[in-house]
């Protein structure tokens, strides 16, 4: 049992370091947003011709912005204004999750040593830039500093709790029962509101040796779900054309899981060969999971949106302009 003292200042380490992580997430976002914002809507009118090209385009600014939320949110505006067809929206959508993937990769750095370093140079940007562009940049680089500082917060918050009894049990009940496990990373990315700052804790769980890479792309996977949680609060005030939209996001997030779930053994011993360390094995899992998925689903786009369209039907009388166009 660990003491009292002991045990309050591993929870005050682990709320600051989360609330490093999400706020440095934020700023990171913003900063990205604020320098390729101004194109952002042009560019997914656009380069969306096609479902390869959309996934392309979703793929690129989702990269840029480093938040599938907010390229998936956005196409759905665009296609609620009848400016983009479901299939399209569906290859943004592909896009958009491999997109995400560079966000888990820049949480697998170690870069806490020049985490300090990242946020005094980015506020000497951000300050001096003001509402330019090396502003922008400097509010990213800020917010890159934050994220190393929030892991490093996390890491020391877990380090002692490998020895409490509750924590131990805990990560075995998880270990026991995958699907338990990904229904909880699922809700925790849910209740964050951000994929990135969940898979985080699961890479400082891994540093820390308290989970395995199995245990982690289990929670990867969960947090993949969980990761729709917010697209599909927006479809709620949405017409048919968004609420389709967050209905493929789902449908592919979840399938991709039951998939994989039952091969997470497997599929960790894969990705042991492509990285010596565990949390780059993390990002790498990730990263595999998305990109395959999304290329297995690419070719099919057409008739998936016509599944979607099946499972989501169009409510009211009157047809939007939109709705005519052919899936």
């Known amino acids: 049992m660990l003491p009292n003292g002991v045990m309050m200042v591993g929870l005050l380490l682990l709320a600051t370091g989360l609330a490093s992580l999400l706020a440095g997430l934020q700023l990171l ?31 690129v600014l989702t990269a840029l912005v480093q938040s599938s939320t907010a390229v998936s949110v956005l196409t759905m505006g665009f296609a ?60 990213a680089v800020c917010g890159l500093g934050a994220v190393f500082l929030g892991l490093e917060g996390m890491g020391a918050a877990f380090a002692p709790w490998q020895h409490a009894p509750w924590f131990a049990h805990t990560l075995l009940a998880l270990r026991a029962n995958p699907w338990a496990a990904a229904a909880a990373a699922a809700a925790l990315t849910g209740l964050l509101h951000s994929s990135g700052a969940a898979t985080g ?20 996977i969960g947090n993949n779900v969980g990761t729709c949680f917010t697209a599909v609060l927006a479809a709620l005030g949405s017409t048919t054309a968004g609420r389709r939209i967050a209905a493929a996001h789902l449908l592919l997030n979840l399938a991709g899981a039951v998939a994989v779930l039952p091969l997470a053994g497997p599929f960790a011993k894969l990705i042991t060969l492509t990285a010596p360390g565990l ?15 999304s290329l297995l689903v690419l070719p099919f786009v057409q008739p998936f949106a ?10 009211g009388h009157r047809r939007k302009r939109y709705l005519r166009r052919r899936l």
Do not use: M, Y
């Not at 697998?108 to 300050?127: E, I």
């Not at 599944?307 to 169009?314: C, H, R, T, Y």
């Open 80 to 139: 609620d204004a009848g400016l983009i067809a479901l299939p399209q929206a569906i290859g943004v959508i592909l896009g958009a999750n491999v997109g995400t993937c560079l966000t888990v990769q820049l949480l697998s750095f170690k870069a806490g040593g020049v985490a300090l370093a990242l946020l005094a140079g980015g506020l000497a940007l951000w300050a001096a830039g003001r509402r330019s562009r090396l502003g922008a940049c400097g509010q």
């Open 306 to 315: 016509r599944l979607i369209a099946a499972l989501v039907p169009e409510t």
């Open 279 to 293: 949390d780059r094995q993390v990002a790498n899992a990730h990263t595999l999971f998305n990109v395959v998925s």
């Open 201 to 220: 804790i699961v890479i400082a769980l891994a540093r820390q040796g308290l989970i395995d890479l199995e245990n982690a792309v289990v929670l990867v």
């Open 29 to 59: 976002k913003g900063g990205l947003a604020g320098v390729a914002g101004p194109a952002l809507r042009t560019v997914l009118l656009r380069f969306t011709g096609t479902p390869l090209a959309a996934a392309f385009t979703g793929t």
